[in-house]
T-cell receptor
Framework: GQQVMQIPQYQHVQEGEDFTTYCNSSTTLSNIQWYKQRPGGHPVFLIQLVKSGEVKKQKRLTFQFGEAKKNSSLHITATQTTDVGTYFCADSSGGSNYKLTFGKGTLLTVNP | DADVTQTPRNRITKTGKRIMLECSQTKGHDRMYWYRQDPGLGLRLIYYSFDVKDINKGEISDGYSVSRQAQAKFSLSLESAIPNQTALYFC??????????????FGEGSRLTVL
């Protein structure tokens, strides 16, 4: 699979502030999945983006797939302490839809 | 009960010992995976299996082997453990015919420490 670069590596915010993590690739991605891992937990699937320019929302979370399908972002509006965790993007452009290559993740901490 | 179960959850062992991490699932998925997680490095694929007769190396398979004993069981072995194999190991399953397609369902993880 190809490399997906995820930034920032860490982000600390005050509760109520917004948060964004970015996933970038030098080549075109087939689709992007996003996962959340709570401290001490296991990764849990959030969403999959497939189409160029796609935007999906889940309550305070907004997921975008770039027009060129080379980048994606996850934006959280008005963070809460329950948002704490590591957010991973994962690419399945390695010729198969079933072998994901994960970014290194963004660790979000929220100060109450 | 968890759909994807890993045993043991924690193991401390010594350099040179053989270790087996086991994974079983009740989701009925054909595809199973072993990932390794290290701080700051994300999740890296060790091995994956699309069915009982199919085993494939991932990006970091050296020093590891796997066995797919049945559709529901996928074991990861370290024949001779070394300290840099200290990590958190995750088993995962997927079935693109259901849900979002390709979504991975992870086990709770097995934390391995090699002294």
């Amino acid at each position: 699979g190809q490399q997906v670069m995820q930034i920032p590596q860490y982000q600390h915010v005050q509760e109520g502030e917004d948060f964004t993590t970015y996933c970038n690739s030098s080549t075109t991605l087939s689709n992007i999945q996003w996962y959340k891992q709570r401290p001490g937990g296991h990764p849990v699937f959030l969403i999959q983006l497939v189409k160029s320019g796609e935007v999906k929302k889940q309550k305070r979370l907004t997921f975008q797939f770039g027009e060129a399908k080379k980048n994606s972002s996850l934006h959280i509006t008005a963070t809460q302490t329950t948002d704490v965790g590591t957010y991973f993007c994962a690419d399945s452009s390695g010729g198969s839809n079933y072998k994901l290559t994960f970014g290194k993740g963004t660790l979000l901490t929220v100060n109450p | 009960d968890a759909d994807v179960t890993q045993t043991p959850r924690n193991r401390i062992t010594k350099t040179g010992k053989r270790i087996m991490l086991e994974c079983s699932q009740t989701k009925g998925h054909d595809r199973m995976y072993w990932y390794r997680q290290d701080p700051g490095l994300g999740l890296r694929l060790i091995y994956y299996s699309f069915d009982v007769k199919d085993i494939n190396k991932g990006e970091i398979s050296d020093g590891y082997s796997v066995s797919r004993q049945a559709q529901a069981k996928f074991s990861l072995s370290l024949e001779s453990a070394i300290p840099n194999q200290t990590a958190l190991y995750f088993c995962a399953t997927s079935d693109p015919g259901q849900g979002a397609g390709g979504e991975l369902f992870f086990g709770e993880g097995s934390r391995l420490t090699v002294l």
